[in-house]
Nanobody, 115 residues
Framework: QGQLVESGGGLVQPGGSLRLSCAASASRFRIYTMGWYRQAPEKQRELVATITSGGSTNYVDSVKGRFTISRDNAKNTVYLQMNSLKPEDTAVYYC?????????WGPGTQVTVSS
């Protein structure tokens, strides 16, 4: 069936960087468009970035120029490099397919941007 497990979150100061990883348990995820999502307290979950199986990427306006999504199909892993972090980036970050599969939601990884 396949699972997705996120890691790499933490506490960082404004302007800092983090790299999130999403490890897939099955190689079939290689053919899917993958996405990073986030959910801040009392807000709806939003799609932050996507990457197709061929490597084409797309970003929500609020992270363009700061975040970079990538994938390593040999490792069944999707990454999110986050630079110039802002307090408003604070959220739980999740990876999933795009569109998202209900059964693939994992616990996510917490990112907190604060001084």
């Amino acid at each position: 069936q396949g699972q997705l497990v996120e890691s790499g979150g933490g506490l960082v100061q404004p302007g800092g960087s983090l790299r999130l990883s999403c490890a897939a348990s099955a190689s079939r995820f290689r053919i899917y468009t993958m996405g990073w999502y986030r959910q801040a307290p009392e807000k709806q979950r939003e799609l932050v970035a996507t990457i197709t199986s061929g490597g084409s990427t797309n970003y929500v306006d609020s992270v363009k120029g700061r975040f970079t999504i990538s994938r390593d199909n040999a490792k069944n892993t999707v990454y999110l490099q986050m630079n110039s972090l802002k307090p408003e980036d604070t959220a739980v970050y999740y990876c999933n397919t795009n569109p998202p599969g209900t059964r693939y939601w994992g616990p996510g990884t917490q990112v907190t941007v604060s001084s």
